[in-house]
């Protein structure tokens, strides 16, 4: 979702104003403030969830597929047997994905109908308590950064 605009405000009254244009352009002003006010809330509410700290999303699930709204995500994953993160064209147009595996057994990434680069030397299998990074660098293609078993 792009980030709201804020209308632009009418023309504010100046002291120097004759009095009927002062008037006019007064009652124009304070009309418009409620809806200016509007946006400038939706505005601070995107940038609460869009800027700064990764919104957090724990997973229990032994298997989960990505999907758009995960763009952006830090993912969990506390499942304590294996995991797997299904990775396919409905994960989203474009992003970045942070994926921990948070407890015992591994999580394996599976690519479908998707090409997924792993690390140099690596496999698309996140150890116990490692943390790696989904990036889509194509229609159809992601790189994988962080630790995983080697191949």
Known sequence: MPAPT??????????????NVFNSRA?????ALTGWTTA???????LNSNVGAYPLLTKADTEYTLSDADTGKY?????SSEKTVIVSVSAGTEGAW???????GNLTIVADGVTINPPNGGTLVVPPNGTVTLVRVGT?????IGQVLAA
Request: glycine share 0%; net charge negative.
């Open 6 to 19: 804020i209308p632009t405000l009418p023309t504010a009254p100046a002291p120097t104003d004759p009095t």
């Open 27 to 31: 009652f124009a002003w304070v009309a």
């Open 40 to 46: 400038v809330n939706a505005l601070v509410a995107w």
């Open 75 to 79: 993912i969990r994953f506390t499942a």
């Open 98 to 104: 942070n994926i921990r595996n948070a407890d015992s």
């Open 140 to 144: 159809d293609t992601y790189d994988l």
